[in-house]
Protein backbone atom coordinates (compact mmCIF):
# COMPACT_ATOMS: atom_id res chain seq x y z
CA UNK A 1 0.00 0.00 0.00
CA UNK A 2 1.53 3.52 -0.65
CA UNK A 3 1.84 5.93 1.83
CA UNK A 4 -1.16 7.81 2.40
CA UNK A 5 -1.02 11.40 0.35
CA UNK A 6 -2.20 14.95 2.53
CA UNK A 7 -4.03 16.67 -0.16
CA UNK A 8 -4.96 20.70 0.00
CA UNK A 9 -7.84 21.19 -2.86
CA UNK A 10 -7.39 24.84 -4.28
CA UNK A 11 -11.47 25.21 -5.49
CA UNK A 12 -13.00 22.54 -3.79
CA UNK A 13 -16.04 23.94 -4.37
CA UNK A 14 -16.12 23.62 -8.79
CA UNK A 15 -16.01 21.29 -11.32
CA UNK A 16 -12.57 20.07 -11.12
CA UNK A 17 -12.70 20.25 -6.98
CA UNK A 18 -15.85 18.41 -6.66
CA UNK A 19 -14.73 15.75 -9.41
CA UNK A 20 -11.09 15.41 -7.34
CA UNK A 21 -13.21 15.01 -3.99
CA UNK A 22 -14.85 12.07 -5.99
CA UNK A 23 -11.57 10.69 -6.33
CA UNK A 24 -10.42 11.04 -2.66
CA UNK A 25 -13.75 9.09 -1.66
CA UNK A 26 -12.81 6.10 -3.36
CA UNK A 27 -9.58 5.84 -1.44
CA UNK A 28 -9.92 6.47 2.12
CA UNK A 29 -6.34 4.77 2.83
CA UNK A 30 -5.13 6.30 -0.34
CA UNK A 31 -5.85 10.06 0.64
CA UNK A 32 -6.40 12.34 3.79
CA UNK A 33 -7.69 16.07 3.29
CA UNK A 34 -5.85 19.16 4.53
CA UNK A 35 -7.73 21.93 3.54
CA UNK A 36 -10.50 22.63 1.13
CA UNK A 37 -11.46 25.73 -0.40
CA UNK A 38 -14.14 27.91 -1.69
CA UNK A 39 -15.67 31.35 -2.81
CA UNK A 40 -19.01 32.08 -2.98
CA UNK A 41 -20.52 28.11 -2.38
CA UNK A 42 -20.34 28.72 1.39
CA UNK A 43 -23.40 25.69 1.77
CA UNK A 44 -21.53 23.05 -0.59
CA UNK A 45 -17.99 23.82 1.24
CA UNK A 46 -19.81 23.15 4.36
CA UNK A 47 -20.74 19.61 2.89
CA UNK A 48 -17.89 18.47 1.41
CA UNK A 49 -15.92 19.59 4.98
CA UNK A 50 -18.53 17.35 6.96
CA UNK A 51 -17.96 14.70 4.47
CA UNK A 52 -14.12 14.79 4.49
CA UNK A 53 -13.38 16.27 7.75
CA UNK A 54 -9.96 18.20 6.91
CA UNK A 55 -7.77 20.04 9.08
CA UNK A 56 -9.08 23.50 7.46
CA UNK A 57 -11.60 25.12 5.10
CA UNK A 58 -10.69 28.57 3.84
CA UNK A 59 -13.40 31.38 2.29
CA UNK A 60 -12.66 34.72 0.89
CA UNK A 61 -14.62 37.23 3.32
CA UNK A 62 -15.16 37.35 7.02
CA UNK A 63 -18.80 36.96 6.67
CA UNK A 64 -18.53 33.67 4.85
CA UNK A 65 -15.91 32.60 7.80
CA UNK A 66 -17.89 33.08 10.30
CA UNK A 67 -20.99 31.55 9.24
CA UNK A 68 -18.88 28.58 7.90
CA UNK A 69 -17.61 28.50 11.64
CA UNK A 70 -20.95 28.95 13.44
CA UNK A 71 -22.25 25.96 11.06
CA UNK A 72 -19.23 23.84 11.30
CA UNK A 73 -19.47 23.79 15.37
CA UNK A 74 -22.86 23.18 15.34
CA UNK A 75 -22.87 19.88 12.95
CA UNK A 76 -19.53 18.93 16.05
CA UNK A 77 -17.16 19.09 13.32
CA UNK A 78 -13.41 20.09 14.56
CA UNK A 79 -12.61 21.94 11.25
CA UNK A 80 -11.11 25.22 11.73
CA UNK A 81 -12.14 28.01 9.17
CA UNK A 82 -9.48 30.42 7.86
CA UNK A 83 -10.49 33.42 5.39
CA UNK A 84 -8.11 35.34 2.86
CA UNK A 85 -5.52 35.51 0.13
CA UNK A 86 -3.01 34.57 2.56
CA UNK A 87 -4.46 31.77 4.29
CA UNK A 88 -4.97 29.45 0.59
CA UNK A 89 -1.19 30.66 0.76
CA UNK A 90 -0.72 28.58 4.05
CA UNK A 91 -2.34 25.74 3.12
CA UNK A 92 -0.86 25.33 -0.27
CA UNK A 93 2.77 25.41 1.50
CA UNK A 94 2.00 23.99 5.02
CA UNK A 95 4.40 21.01 5.49
CA UNK A 96 1.44 18.41 6.32
CA UNK A 97 0.58 18.74 2.85
CA UNK A 98 1.81 16.42 0.16
CA UNK A 99 -0.30 17.58 -2.78
CA UNK A 100 -2.13 20.76 -3.82
CA UNK A 101 -4.48 20.77 -6.66
CA UNK A 102 -4.69 24.02 -7.81
CA UNK A 103 -8.55 24.31 -9.18
CA UNK A 104 -9.46 27.86 -8.39
CA UNK A 105 -10.88 29.84 -11.30
CA UNK A 106 -8.42 32.33 -13.20
CA UNK A 107 -5.51 34.66 -12.50
CA UNK A 108 -7.04 34.74 -8.65
CA UNK A 109 -5.76 30.80 -8.45
CA UNK A 110 -2.46 31.92 -9.85
CA UNK A 111 -0.34 33.09 -6.30
CA UNK A 112 -1.28 29.69 -3.94
CA UNK A 113 -0.22 27.47 -7.08
CA UNK A 114 2.96 29.13 -6.94
CA UNK A 115 3.65 29.22 -3.67
CA UNK A 116 2.67 25.22 -3.42
CA UNK A 117 5.45 25.29 -6.50
CA UNK A 118 7.98 27.01 -4.48
CA UNK A 119 7.48 24.92 -1.28
CA UNK A 120 8.15 21.81 -3.76
CA UNK A 121 4.92 20.36 -3.01
CA UNK A 122 2.86 18.03 -5.94
CA UNK A 123 1.42 20.77 -8.28
CA UNK A 124 -1.70 19.02 -9.66
CA UNK A 125 -2.16 21.89 -11.93
CA UNK A 126 -5.87 22.66 -13.73
CA UNK A 127 -5.59 26.01 -13.14
CA UNK A 128 -4.09 26.80 -16.38
CA UNK A 129 -4.23 30.76 -15.89
CA UNK A 130 -1.39 30.89 -13.55
CA UNK A 131 0.77 28.96 -16.69
CA UNK A 132 -0.90 31.69 -18.92
CA UNK A 133 -0.08 34.90 -16.58
CA UNK A 134 3.60 33.48 -15.11
CA UNK A 135 4.43 30.72 -17.33
CA UNK A 136 8.56 30.94 -17.35
CA UNK A 137 8.36 32.43 -13.36
CA UNK A 138 6.18 29.37 -12.46
CA UNK A 139 8.26 26.48 -14.06
CA UNK A 140 11.54 28.40 -12.37
CA UNK A 141 9.90 27.91 -9.12
CA UNK A 142 9.04 24.32 -10.08
CA UNK A 143 12.62 23.61 -10.94
CA UNK A 144 14.26 25.30 -8.37
CA UNK A 145 12.42 23.36 -5.58
CA UNK A 146 12.21 20.25 -7.32
CA UNK A 147 7.95 20.16 -7.26
CA UNK A 148 6.65 17.37 -9.47
CA UNK A 149 4.22 19.20 -11.84
CA UNK A 150 1.19 16.83 -13.05
CA UNK A 151 -1.24 18.75 -15.51
CA UNK A 152 -4.56 17.80 -15.12
CA UNK A 153 -5.98 19.50 -17.77
CA UNK A 154 -7.23 16.79 -19.82
CA UNK A 155 -4.68 17.60 -22.98
CA UNK A 156 -1.83 18.46 -21.74
CA UNK A 157 -2.54 15.08 -19.39
CA UNK A 158 -3.01 13.04 -22.38
CA UNK A 159 0.75 14.69 -23.61
CA UNK A 160 2.30 13.60 -20.72
CA UNK A 161 0.64 10.40 -20.77
CA UNK A 162 2.56 9.74 -24.04
CA UNK A 163 6.13 11.79 -23.84
CA UNK A 164 8.85 10.03 -22.99
CA UNK A 165 8.91 9.78 -19.15
CA UNK A 166 12.66 11.79 -18.71
CA UNK A 167 11.23 14.54 -20.50
CA UNK A 168 7.51 14.89 -19.18
CA UNK A 169 9.09 14.76 -15.46
CA UNK A 170 12.05 17.11 -16.43
CA UNK A 171 11.04 19.35 -19.68
CA UNK A 172 14.05 21.56 -19.04
CA UNK A 173 16.63 19.11 -19.58
CA UNK A 174 16.83 19.16 -23.13
CA UNK A 175 14.58 20.41 -26.15
CA UNK A 176 11.23 17.77 -27.77
CA UNK A 177 13.91 17.44 -30.63
CA UNK A 178 16.47 16.07 -28.08
CA UNK A 179 14.15 12.95 -27.20
CA UNK A 180 12.97 12.57 -30.56
CA UNK A 181 9.62 14.43 -30.67
CA UNK A 182 8.57 16.64 -33.40
CA UNK A 183 5.42 17.86 -32.39
CA UNK A 184 2.38 18.49 -30.09
CA UNK A 185 -1.05 18.03 -31.39
CA UNK A 186 -3.60 19.43 -29.28
CA UNK A 187 -7.27 18.48 -30.10
CA UNK A 188 -9.90 21.10 -29.59
CA UNK A 189 -13.91 19.99 -29.32
CA UNK A 190 -14.76 23.21 -31.27
CA UNK A 191 -16.95 23.92 -28.88
CA UNK A 192 -20.93 24.76 -29.13
CA UNK A 193 -20.34 26.64 -32.33
CA UNK A 194 -18.23 24.79 -34.54
CA UNK A 195 -20.68 24.51 -37.38
CA UNK A 196 -22.91 28.18 -36.60
CA UNK A 197 -22.49 30.73 -38.60
CA UNK A 198 -20.54 33.86 -37.89
CA UNK A 199 -23.48 36.37 -39.26
CA UNK A 200 -25.36 34.69 -36.07
CA UNK A 201 -22.69 34.56 -33.67
CA UNK A 202 -23.90 38.47 -32.26
CA UNK A 203 -27.14 36.63 -30.74
CA UNK A 204 -25.42 34.07 -29.18
CA UNK A 205 -26.13 34.00 -25.64
CA UNK A 206 -24.53 33.08 -22.22
CA UNK A 207 -27.05 29.79 -21.83
CA UNK A 208 -25.80 28.51 -25.55
CA UNK A 209 -22.09 29.16 -24.93
CA UNK A 210 -21.90 27.94 -21.23
CA UNK A 211 -23.79 24.14 -22.80
CA UNK A 212 -20.36 22.15 -24.00
CA UNK A 213 -21.62 19.56 -26.38
CA UNK A 214 -18.53 17.02 -25.00
CA UNK A 215 -17.47 18.27 -20.91
CA UNK A 216 -19.77 19.68 -17.97
CA UNK A 217 -17.44 22.54 -16.81
CA UNK A 218 -17.66 25.60 -14.92
CA UNK A 219 -18.84 28.62 -16.87
CA UNK A 220 -16.06 30.56 -17.40
CA UNK A 221 -13.78 27.78 -19.07
CA UNK A 222 -17.11 26.98 -21.23
CA UNK A 223 -17.15 30.30 -22.53
CA UNK A 224 -13.73 30.37 -23.43
CA UNK A 225 -14.30 26.80 -25.03
CA UNK A 226 -16.97 28.06 -26.96
CA UNK A 227 -14.17 30.94 -28.76
CA UNK A 228 -11.72 28.75 -28.82
CA UNK A 229 -9.57 31.13 -26.18
CA UNK A 230 -9.10 28.06 -23.83
CA UNK A 231 -7.29 26.22 -27.08
CA UNK A 232 -5.57 29.27 -26.84
CA UNK A 233 -4.71 29.21 -23.40
CA UNK A 234 -3.87 25.69 -23.53
CA UNK A 235 -1.15 26.47 -26.50
CA UNK A 236 0.35 28.97 -24.24
CA UNK A 237 0.15 26.53 -21.51
CA UNK A 238 1.61 23.50 -23.57
CA UNK A 239 4.45 26.18 -24.06
CA UNK A 240 5.29 25.79 -20.49
CA UNK A 241 4.55 22.82 -19.43
CA UNK A 242 6.62 20.67 -22.12
CA UNK A 243 9.61 23.29 -22.89
CA UNK A 244 7.61 23.54 -26.11
CA UNK A 245 8.67 25.99 -29.00
CA UNK A 246 5.40 27.68 -30.26
CA UNK A 247 6.08 26.45 -33.72
CA UNK A 248 6.03 22.47 -32.27
CA UNK A 249 2.56 23.00 -30.99
CA UNK A 250 -0.59 22.42 -33.87
CA UNK A 251 -4.23 22.29 -32.92
CA UNK A 252 -6.74 20.41 -34.86
CA UNK A 253 -10.48 20.06 -34.18
CA UNK A 254 -11.98 16.56 -33.14
CA UNK A 255 -15.71 17.21 -31.86
CA UNK A 256 -15.50 13.62 -30.22
CA UNK A 257 -13.01 14.70 -27.26
CA UNK A 258 -12.38 11.14 -27.69
CA UNK A 259 -8.61 11.20 -28.51
CA UNK A 260 -7.86 13.87 -26.02
CA UNK A 261 -4.53 15.04 -27.73
CA UNK A 262 -1.31 13.50 -29.51
CA UNK A 263 2.34 13.56 -29.91
CA UNK A 264 4.63 12.75 -32.90
CA UNK A 265 7.47 11.66 -33.51
CA UNK A 266 10.78 11.75 -35.61
CA UNK A 267 9.55 8.69 -36.71
CA UNK A 268 6.71 9.20 -38.09
CA UNK A 269 4.83 7.99 -34.81
CA UNK A 270 1.48 9.63 -33.39
CA UNK A 271 1.05 8.40 -30.12
CA UNK A 272 -2.59 9.34 -28.72
CA UNK A 273 -4.30 9.16 -25.33
CA UNK A 274 -8.09 8.06 -25.37
CA UNK A 275 -10.79 7.49 -23.25
CA UNK A 276 -14.38 8.43 -22.23
CA UNK A 277 -14.77 12.35 -21.61
CA UNK A 278 -14.36 12.14 -17.72
CA UNK A 279 -12.32 14.72 -15.68
CA UNK A 280 -11.41 11.80 -13.07
CA UNK A 281 -8.95 10.24 -15.83
CA UNK A 282 -6.66 13.26 -15.17
CA UNK A 283 -7.56 13.84 -11.98
CA UNK A 284 -6.73 10.57 -10.52
CA UNK A 285 -3.48 9.96 -12.93
CA UNK A 286 -2.12 12.77 -11.51
CA UNK A 287 -3.13 12.31 -8.20
CA UNK A 288 -1.68 8.55 -7.92
CA UNK A 289 1.04 8.65 -10.51
CA UNK A 290 2.83 6.79 -11.29
CA UNK A 291 0.41 4.17 -10.77
CA UNK A 292 -2.80 3.56 -12.09
CA UNK A 293 -6.09 3.56 -10.26
CA UNK A 294 -9.85 3.56 -10.84
CA UNK A 295 -11.50 6.18 -11.16
CA UNK A 296 -14.83 5.30 -11.95
CA UNK A 297 -15.07 6.48 -16.00
CA UNK A 298 -16.96 4.85 -17.99
CA UNK A 299 -15.24 2.36 -20.17
CA UNK A 300 -14.56 3.83 -23.95
CA UNK A 301 -17.34 2.54 -26.20
CA UNK A 302 -15.74 2.17 -29.71
CA UNK A 303 -18.30 1.16 -31.49
CA UNK A 304 -20.62 3.56 -29.83
CA UNK A 305 -17.99 6.42 -30.91
CA UNK A 306 -18.43 4.76 -34.27
CA UNK A 307 -16.03 7.30 -35.92
CA UNK A 308 -13.58 9.93 -35.00
CA UNK A 309 -12.92 13.16 -37.40
CA UNK A 310 -10.84 16.02 -37.67
CA UNK A 311 -10.57 19.33 -39.16
CA UNK A 312 -8.48 22.41 -39.37
CA UNK A 313 -9.88 25.21 -36.69
CA UNK A 314 -11.68 28.21 -38.38
CA UNK A 315 -9.23 31.21 -37.25
CA UNK A 316 -11.86 33.96 -39.32
CA UNK A 317 -14.86 33.12 -36.69
CA UNK A 318 -12.45 31.89 -34.29
CA UNK A 319 -10.20 34.73 -33.94
CA UNK A 320 -9.10 34.19 -29.91
CA UNK A 321 -6.71 31.08 -31.04
CA UNK A 322 -4.86 33.45 -33.11
CA UNK A 323 -4.23 36.08 -30.62
CA UNK A 324 -2.98 33.60 -28.11
CA UNK A 325 -0.10 32.35 -30.76
CA UNK A 326 0.33 36.01 -31.85
CA UNK A 327 0.99 37.37 -27.48
CA UNK A 328 3.19 33.81 -27.37
CA UNK A 329 5.61 35.45 -30.01
CA UNK A 330 5.26 38.35 -28.51
CA UNK A 331 6.54 37.38 -25.32
CA UNK A 332 7.13 39.35 -22.51
CA UNK A 333 3.73 39.75 -20.43
CA UNK A 334 1.62 39.76 -23.61
CA UNK A 335 -0.16 36.05 -22.13
CA UNK A 336 -0.93 38.02 -19.12
CA UNK A 337 -2.32 40.88 -20.65
CA UNK A 338 -4.40 38.25 -23.04
CA UNK A 339 -5.39 36.58 -19.91
CA UNK A 340 -6.58 39.32 -17.81
CA UNK A 341 -8.81 40.91 -20.45
CA UNK A 342 -10.18 37.86 -21.37
CA UNK A 343 -11.21 37.65 -17.66
CA UNK A 344 -12.88 40.97 -17.36
CA UNK A 345 -14.64 40.06 -21.55
CA UNK A 346 -15.95 36.55 -20.20
CA UNK A 347 -17.62 37.98 -16.90
CA UNK A 348 -18.92 40.67 -19.20
CA UNK A 349 -20.46 38.30 -21.75
CA UNK A 350 -21.98 36.19 -18.25
CA UNK A 351 -23.20 39.19 -17.33
CA UNK A 352 -24.69 40.26 -20.64
CA UNK A 353 -22.86 43.32 -21.49
CA UNK A 354 -20.84 42.39 -23.84
CA UNK A 355 -21.77 40.16 -27.01
CA UNK A 356 -20.05 37.12 -28.02
CA UNK A 357 -18.24 38.39 -30.39
CA UNK A 358 -17.18 41.27 -28.54
CA UNK A 359 -15.01 38.72 -26.47
CA UNK A 360 -12.45 38.59 -29.23
CA UNK A 361 -12.60 42.26 -30.32
CA UNK A 362 -11.82 43.46 -26.67
CA UNK A 363 -9.06 40.55 -26.22
CA UNK A 364 -7.55 42.17 -29.33
CA UNK A 365 -7.79 45.34 -28.48
CA UNK A 366 -6.38 45.19 -25.16
CA UNK A 367 -3.15 42.94 -26.51
CA UNK A 368 -2.46 45.33 -29.39
CA UNK A 369 -2.40 48.47 -27.01
CA UNK A 370 -0.63 46.46 -23.95
CA UNK A 371 1.45 43.73 -25.79
CA UNK A 372 5.36 44.61 -25.04
CA UNK A 373 5.16 45.26 -21.40
CA UNK A 374 7.69 43.89 -19.36
CA UNK A 375 7.66 40.32 -17.49
CA UNK A 376 10.88 40.35 -15.84
CA UNK A 377 9.06 39.72 -11.96
CA UNK A 378 5.77 38.47 -10.72
CA UNK A 379 5.28 42.71 -9.48
CA UNK A 380 5.54 43.32 -13.65
CA UNK A 381 3.40 40.74 -14.77
CA UNK A 382 0.77 41.55 -11.93
CA UNK A 383 1.03 45.07 -13.02
CA UNK A 384 0.81 44.18 -16.57
CA UNK A 385 -2.53 42.30 -15.52
CA UNK A 386 -4.00 44.97 -13.52
CA UNK A 387 -2.96 47.42 -16.69
CA UNK A 388 -5.08 44.64 -19.07
CA UNK A 389 -8.27 44.95 -16.77
CA UNK A 390 -8.37 48.29 -16.66
CA UNK A 391 -7.66 48.68 -20.13
CA UNK A 392 -10.25 45.94 -21.04
CA UNK A 393 -12.85 47.75 -18.37
CA UNK A 394 -12.16 51.45 -20.66
CA UNK A 395 -13.06 49.19 -23.70
CA UNK A 396 -16.07 48.11 -22.54
CA UNK A 397 -17.32 51.78 -21.65
CA UNK A 398 -16.36 52.70 -24.93
CA UNK A 399 -17.64 49.97 -27.28
CA UNK A 400 -19.05 47.05 -25.49
CA UNK A 401 -22.22 45.76 -27.10
CA UNK A 402 -24.73 43.89 -24.79
CA UNK A 403 -25.59 40.57 -26.11
P1 LIG B 1 -15.50 26.38 -11.47
O1 LIG B 1 -16.00 27.72 -11.79
O2 LIG B 1 -16.43 25.22 -11.51
O3 LIG B 1 -14.81 26.41 -10.01
C1 LIG B 1 -13.93 27.41 -9.63
C2 LIG B 1 -13.50 27.27 -8.18
O4 LIG B 1 -12.73 28.41 -7.80
C3 LIG B 1 -14.67 27.22 -7.20
O5 LIG B 1 -14.31 26.43 -6.10
C4 LIG B 1 -14.84 28.70 -6.78
O6 LIG B 1 -15.48 28.84 -5.54
C5 LIG B 1 -13.37 29.09 -6.70
N1 LIG B 1 -13.14 30.53 -6.89
C6 LIG B 1 -13.77 31.35 -7.79
N2 LIG B 1 -13.26 32.60 -7.71
C7 LIG B 1 -12.32 32.57 -6.74
C8 LIG B 1 -11.44 33.55 -6.18
N3 LIG B 1 -11.43 34.82 -6.62
N4 LIG B 1 -10.60 33.18 -5.19
C9 LIG B 1 -10.59 31.90 -4.74
N5 LIG B 1 -11.39 30.93 -5.22
C10 LIG B 1 -12.24 31.26 -6.22
O7 LIG B 1 -14.25 26.12 -12.44
P2 LIG B 1 -13.68 24.75 -12.97
O8 LIG B 1 -13.60 23.75 -11.87
O9 LIG B 1 -14.35 24.37 -14.23
O10 LIG B 1 -12.20 25.19 -13.38
C11 LIG B 1 -11.18 25.40 -12.43
C12 LIG B 1 -9.87 25.58 -13.15
O11 LIG B 1 -9.55 24.35 -13.81
C13 LIG B 1 -9.89 26.65 -14.24
O12 LIG B 1 -8.66 27.30 -14.27
C14 LIG B 1 -10.12 25.87 -15.52
O13 LIG B 1 -9.56 26.51 -16.65
C15 LIG B 1 -9.37 24.58 -15.20
N6 LIG B 1 -9.86 23.42 -15.93
C16 LIG B 1 -11.14 22.97 -15.75
C17 LIG B 1 -11.64 21.87 -16.46
C18 LIG B 1 -13.01 21.34 -16.22
O14 LIG B 1 -13.35 20.28 -16.78
N7 LIG B 1 -13.85 21.98 -15.43
C19 LIG B 1 -10.80 21.20 -17.46
C20 LIG B 1 -9.46 21.72 -17.55
C21 LIG B 1 -9.02 22.80 -16.81
P3 LIG B 1 -17.12 28.95 -5.44
O15 LIG B 1 -17.66 27.98 -6.45
O16 LIG B 1 -17.37 28.52 -4.02
O17 LIG B 1 -17.47 30.35 -5.73
MG1 LIG C 1 -8.57 21.23 -21.72
Not at 96 to 121: N, S
Request: one cysteine or more.
Amino acid sequence: MPPIQTLTVLGATGSIGVNTLDVVARYPERYRVYALTGASQIDKLLAQALQFRPRYVVVLDEASADRLARELKLAGSETEVLCGAAALEAVSTAPEVDAVMAAIVGAAGMRPTLAAARAGKRVLLANKETLVLAGRLFMDAINASGAELLPIDSEHNAIYQVLPRAHREHPYGQTLADVGVKRIILTASGGPFRTRAAETFAAITPEEAVKHPNWAMGRKISVDSASLMNKGLEVIEARWLFNAPPSEIAVVVHPQSIVHSMVEYADGSVLAQLGTPDMRTPIAYGMAYPERVDAGVKSLDLFSVGRLDFEAPDLARFPCLRLAFEALEAGGAATAVLNAANEVAVAAFLDRRLSFPGIAALNESVLGALAGLPADSLEALMQADAAARESATAWLAREGVPC
